[in-house]
């Protein structure tokens, strides 16, 4: 697999991140982040500065790089349980969210990198049947521009996972990335296989908001199908709580897809 040269759910979905577009997933990262960064910069009720700073982008590095420092102590000390190596996987994917938006430390992304991945490696072998695990590593494979053999390998064990248990989410990360890397057959394949799934369950009244919304996304995003792919959202908005994570990725989302459209707009005149 040659990779292209052209080309982060609450905390734990978001980062798979990237499948519903880049913008939205970063946008998010960056929300949930200083809501955290908040919390941890003094959350102190008899203190109310008059105006308070918004975080910085050294205040996230600095904070994500304490989490990794704790949480790898922590690993270091204790039996290291399949949740805390999540975690410090999550933090490790906002370090490099973190490098590569405002820095340009190539040294430090690399070894965030390689050991997310080794993360995701321990994590597979800790629950093989999870296929948010081995997307993960295949992502960051791809990313690396790891051999091609590696590469496929995973992908394989990827899509067989995906077969015995469908998983939207993680089938939309895998199309991003076939789609990125110009592996048209598979990429192809699995875009079939995840619009006929969703379609089925829509029009038997079986899918959930959340199935609905990736639907959305899938007809937004790789389908070309704006005006259906809003209707999606619009219909996710009216049956969603608006206090859920899906339903602020919904009006994320059908924002995302109004402003392209002025966008084209723009253009066309």
């Known amino acids: 697999m040659a990779p292209k040269k052209e080309r982060p759910r609450d905390l734990k979905k978001q980062r798979w991140a ?3 577009a880049a913008i939205l997933a970063l946008a998010m990262l960056v929300s949930v982040a200083g809501i955290y960064i908040g919390q941890a910069m003094g959350n102190d009720a008899g203190i109310v500065p008059e105006q308070p700073q918004e975080p910085q982008p050294e205040d996230y590095l600095d904070y994500y790089r304490t989490e990794v420092e704790r949480l790898e102590a922590h690993i270091e ?4 349980s399949e949740a805390v190596l999540m975690e410090l996987a999550e933090n490790y994917r906002y370090l490099i969210f973190i490098q590569q938006a405002f820095f340009n430390d190539q040294e430090a992304l690399e070894e ?3 050991r997310l991945a080794s993360l995701y ?3 597979i072998e800790m629950d093989p049947s999870n296929p948010e695990y081995r997307m993960e590593l295949v992502r960051l494979y791809v990313e690396e521009q790891e051999e091609e053999e590696l590469i496929e390998e995973e992908i394989v064990e990827l899509r067989e996972l995906l077969r015995e ?7 939309l990360s895998l199309i991003n990335v076939l789609s990125a890397a ?10 079939d296989i995840l619009h006929d799934q969703l379609e089925t369950k829509i029009a038997e009244d079986e899918a959930d908001n959340e199935e609905r919304f990736y639907y959305a996304v899938l007809l937004g995003e790789h389908l070309n199908e704006t005006a259906a792919a809003k209707e999606m959202v619009e219909q996710v908005l009216e049956d969603e709580n608006e206090e859920s994570w899906i339903y602020q990725e919904a009006v994320n989302y059908l924002g995302y897809l109004r ?3 002025e966008g084209e707009d723009i253009l066309i005149e």
Not at 77 to 80: G, S
């Open 18 to 20: 990237g499948i519903v």
């Open 77 to 80: 000390e204790h039996e290291p």
């Open 112 to 114: 965030y990198r390689k």
């Open 121 to 123: 490696r321990d994590l």
């Open 165 to 171: 248990e469908p998983d939207p989410l993680v089938q």
């Open 182 to 191: 110009g592996e048209e057959e598979m990429f192809q394949q699995e875009l």
């Open 259 to 261: 402003t392209n459209d």
